[in-house]
């Protein structure tokens, strides 16, 4: 029993420290996403320990640096809980002063044919704007009722599951569909115009995520979220960056993309808003994100029903406020993180110039 107790203590500690390596291997950066399971499961190892009474010095060893990879595990988790504080306000009741922008984003998982629970949602909750990801050229076809609703639109299927479309019921100024780092991964960019005449820039991204076969590395995600980081960081107008950015949202990159962007994250202080795998309820995380600058204050951020994808959809509801940004601290970088920024996309380069 202790022998098992201190193999299961092993594979807890090497999942800890990991992640702690700046190596972008996807068995590496593959550890950043279950630390809710990792910090369950050293809990559990925790009181294995305890009922088996340890007395040798391995296992009260192995007991006291399972201790600390839990609280190193429950630091990372900790932001997205109620016990702490929320990085964006609430809303009060909406009033003229205010534009309010509501944002519907689901990966339709290229694989489902099944459209209807996707487009019965949209109806109930009626969201100004809708972004699908993984759309392929069937998709837009089944898609198509929602030109009834949504006049203005950016469509960009492809059958790589990395098509994007973007609906909206407000106009959209110089849509353009870019690709920042692969020239086969799109992103939407574009400003939406607001009843009020307010202009809000729209970024939709789905970057590749790591694969042990096809893209071993996180190289070019990291690259496409700080390059985008980097280009808006000082862009003094309300923006919205949203999508599945395939990483969760307590993970090295994200927070740098964070602190380089200046962007709120909504969930801080709020939960967890798992949204994939939808099938798996025990293997879960945040990867379906909305994140946006200080000019808003939050009215609704929620997880919809599952719509037969392996993503559940996510809802966000933004007030615009003039002065919204003397409520919230944004995050800001300093020299460490615009050097590891730096750092992140030499080694874009440095791969390129590899190939």
């Known amino acids: 029993m202790s022998i098992l107790l201190v193999a299961v ?33 050293i809990g559990l190892t925790l009181a294995g320990f305890v009922v088996a009474r340890p007395s040798s010095p391995a296992e009260i060893g192995a007991m006291a640096v399972l201790g600390l990879c839990l609280v190193y595990q429950v630091n990372h988790i900790l932001p997205y809980t109620l016990l702490s504080p929320r990085q964006v306000k609430r809303a009060a009741s909406p009033n003229e002063e205010t534009d309010s922008l509501s944002l519907l984003i689901a990966n339709v998982e290229i694989k489902n044919r099944n459209p209807d629970p996707l487009l019965d949602l949209i109806d109930e909750e009626d969201p100004d704007l809708v972004l699908a990801l993984e759309t392929d050229a069937w998709w837009m076809e089944h898609l198509r009722p929602l030109q009834e609703i949504y006049p203005h639109a950016v469509r960009h ?27 086969d991964v799109p992103s939407i960019h574009t400003r939406v115009e607001l009843p009020s005449g307010t202009h809000v820039w729209i970024h939709g991204m789905h970057p590749r995520p790591p694969h042990p076969t096809h893209e071993p590395d996180t190289t070019e995600r990291d690259a496409e979220l700080l390059l985008l980081a980097r280009e808006i960081r000082d862009r003094d107008v309300p923006t919205i960056v949203a999508g599945d950015l395939n990483d969760v949202s307590w993970s090295y990159t994200t927070r740098l993309f964070q602190k380089i962007s200046s962007l709120l994250d909504p969930r801080i202080g709020r ?64 020299g460490q993180d615009e050097a590891q920024a730096q750092h992140e996309l030499d080694k874009l380069t440095e791969k390129r110039n590899s190939d």
């Open 271 to 334: 939960g967890l808003y798992n949204t994939f795998h939808a099938r798996y309820p025990l293997l879960r995380y945040p990867l379906d994100h909305a994140f946006h600058s200080e000019h808003f204050l939050l009215s609704q951020l929620k997880v919809l029903p599952y719509i037969g994808s392996d993503h559940f959809p996510v809802l966000i509801e933004l007030d615009y406020h003039p002065d919204a940004e003397n409520h919230h601290d944004e995050p800001e970088a300093n």
């Open 157 to 183: 299927p492809r059958e790589n599951a990395y098509g994007m479309c973007l609906y909206s019921r407000y106009p959209l100024v110089a849509p353009t569909v870019r690709f920042l780092v692969e020239d």
């Open 9 to 41: 203590a092993a594979f807890f500690v090497t999942g800890t420290v990991l992640p702690l390596f700046s190596h972008d291997h996807w068995v590496v950066r593959f550890f950043d996403f279950p630390r809710v399971q990792l910090a369950i499961g």
